[in-house]
């Protein structure tokens, strides 16, 4: 029987074609495992996929897209694990609207690409309107009616919703709603930036809890809320401890499992107060972090190193596996999340450094954790 700590650990999980979220670890999980994500650009690039406004309504067209993403890794890279996603591969929620539901939600509209992830438009709400937001009516806003159609059509044609929304965190959709003023708000008109938070944090987890409901009536169980503090090293640790850290408790409080997405900044000043939250799954970090300390702080959350895309083209063979030696020692068993790889960056790079892990894995003893001599 898994413990109750293991039982809430969430790993990285990268479907095709989507921007980075968190799901349940299965219990398979290696001691460096990593998750590799590609961005539409490359998919385009490749294929011809058009991932424009048709690719997040239209979940049939999306299926025939994944499966040829799914056969162009498989070609590209034998042998490796990329991509995740349900198997057998189906169409579900993973990568609609990328990372801009929630703005969505509150009425910003989004411009969509045939070789990226979609863009907000700067709407960007005044002073008077954001004291007048309350929580909408989420099943009468469009993006959900329209949603909830799409899982209609998952359920028909593959009889299970599978998959992960991105709902992001209270401070990234605040910046989207606000836009820069969201950070001297905080400072100058606080309570404004409160009232601000909360909708969006009682948005967050009312729209979490209607498509999980729905989920489950088709056989898919997902109890795990994750948020994304991509903005957070543009605030102080006291304004986040103050002002952001008792939005993601109130968030974490609802479900039994949680993680955090700090990006891939350095995650020491905010990884105490990250540490306290309750039912704590999950944390990533930048490579720069004194990762010994967040292992010391986090041992029951699986952690991750978010590693750059250019570091990734750019560095040479030996700083690479210098750089997964370190990650390996000091913070395994971890994830080492390769988002975002472009078109620019060969193939031979990404197998490049997927034989590095490898074959730091293959040196350990027992496992990376323990190993001394990785």
């Not at 008077?128 to 799409?150: C, R, S, Y």
């Not at 993680?259 to 039912?279: L, Q, T």
Request: net charge negative.
């Amino acid at each position: 029987m898994p413990s109750v700590n293991s039982s809430r650990r969430l790993r990285s999980y990268i479907a095709l074609g989507a921007p980075a979220t968190r799901c349940p670890c299965d219990g398979t999980e290696s001691a460096l495992r990593v998750e590799y994500g590609f961005t539409p650009r490359w998919y385009h690039q490749r294929l011809g996929i058009d991932f424009s406004e048709r690719w997040h309504r239209d979940p049939l067209y999306r299926h025939e897209s994944l499966l040829r993403m799914r056969a162009e890794l498989d070609r590209a890279f034998p042998g490796m694990m990329t991509g995740s996603g349900p198997v057998p591969l189906t169409a579900g929620l993973d990568g609609v609207h990328g990372a801009l539901l929630m703005a969505m939600v509150f009425g910003v509209t989004l411009e969509y690409y045939p070789d990226n992830w979609p863009a907000a438009r700067h709407e960007y709400l005044t002073p008077e309107a954001i004291v007048k937001l309350e929580p909408p009516d989420l099943m009468n806003t469009p993006v959900f009616v329209q949603l909830f159609e799409q899982m209609d059509v998952i359920e028909l044609s593959f009889g299970r919703i599978e998959g992960y929304l991105n709902w992001q965190g209270v401070l990234n959709t605040a910046y989207r709603l606000r836009g820069p003023e969201i950070l001297a708000d905080m400072l100058l008109y606080p309570e404004m930036a409160h009232h601000l938070f909360q909708v969006i944090a009682e948005t967050m987890i009312a729209g979490m809890r209607l498509v999980y409901i729905r989920q489950e009536e088709t056989g898919v169980v997902v109890r795990h809320a994750t948020v994304s503090n991509c903005l957070v090293n543009m605030v102080s640790p006291e304004l986040y401890r103050e002002q952001l850290l008792p939005w993601d408790q109130h968030i974490a409080a609802a479900f039994p499992a949680f993680g955090i997405h700090n990006c891939a900044w350095n995650v020491d000043p905010y990884i105490e107060d990250y540490a306290a939250v309750r039912s704590l799954g999950y944390i990533d970090m930048g490579i720069m972090s004194d990762l010994a300390r967040a292992k010391q702080l986090c041992p029951d959350a699986r952690r991750a190193v978010m590693y750059t895309p250019t570091d990734l083209a750019n560095k040479s063979h030996e700083e690479l596996r210098a750089d997964i030696r370190r990650i390996a020692r000091e913070l395994a068993p971890c994830d080492i999340v390769m988002a975002d790889i472009d078109a620019e960056v060969p193939d031979s790079r990404v197998s490049e450094f997927d034989g590095i892990v490898r074959d730091i894995l293959g040196h350990s003893t027992t496992n990376v954790e323990s190993s001394p001599t990785i």
